[in-house]
């Protein structure tokens, strides 16, 4: 099973570009890369995920590097909302997500 | 997207009782659902694979016999935790996975706050 590794955390100003890194340097060929958040005390929310091209949808694109070793997520305009922690997952097996500990994401005015 | 929804988000209960939990898919049709809990501070841990129908699969370390799930219908999963004890206070978080034509996504519920007096 591929893991992940992620920054523990990271900080950005309202209105600029959120860029969060993410290392999946053990991901194999049918792996997919998936992002959550979660906001404290909510249940994870699903942002986006992709195989090995680019994704972009309402919320975030997604960069995934050609060797597929890593991938970044960006949130385009940063707001104080998405302050919260977000998880880089490569989901294994057939089904199971496996959280690790995510990157912290502090959005500050 | 879709939608999870989880019932209730929060109990209050004594040691020694049984406490449910219902997860539903909203919007769609769920023939997995999965079961989270998280501690204080940590990450989400996965304790189990809920299959419509059949009998649901645990991960190592929790105990199938104190986490009873059943998947009796493709939009609703429970877990119930029997005998609680303190120790078992958490939050539980239920995800139902969503295969479509065109998307194969897991969703997550609220959360349900469990507090063991």
């Known amino acids: 099973d591929a893991k992940t590794t992620q920054p523990t955390s990271m900080d950005c100003a309202e209105g600029r570009a959120a860029n969060l890194p993410c290392n999946h340097s053990?991901?194999?060929?049918?792996?997919?890369v998936y992002w959550y958040r979660q906001i404290h005390s909510q249940g994870p929310q699903y942002i986006i995920h992709g195989l090995k091209n680019n994704e972009t949808n309402e919320m975030a694109s997604l960069i995934i590097t050609e060797d597929r070793k890593s991938s970044t997520l960006i949130l385009p305009h940063a707001t104080l909302r998405d302050t919260a922690v977000y998880y880089c997952?490569?989901?294994?097996?057939?089904?199971?997500?496996?959280f690790g500990t995510g990157t912290r994401l502090q959005v500050f005015p | 997207g879709a939608v999870v929804s989880q019932h209730p988000s929060r109990v209050i209960c004594k040691s020694g009782t049984s406490v449910k939990i219902e997860c539903r898919s909203l919007?769609?049709?769920?023939?997995?659902m999965f079961w989270y809990r998280q501690f204080p501070k940590q990450s989400l841990m996965l304790m189990a694979t809920s299959n419509e129908g059949s009998k649901a699969t645990y991960e190592q370390g929790v105990e199938k016999d104190k986490f009873l799930i059943n998947h009796a219908s493709l939009t609703l999963s429970t877990l119930t935790v029997t005998s609680a004890h303190p120790e078992d206070s958490s939050f539980y978080i239920c995800?139902?996975?969503?295969?479509?034509?065109?998307?194969?996504?897991?969703?997550f519920g609220p959360g349900t706050r469990l507090t063991v007096l």
């Open positions: 919007d769609f049709q769920a023939t997995t």
């Open positions: 997952i490569v989901r294994w097996d057939t089904d199971k997500l496996i």
């Open positions: 995800s139902a996975r969503d295969q479509g034509v065109s998307t194969d996504t897991q969703y």
């Open positions: 053990t991901i194999s060929g049918n792996e997919y």
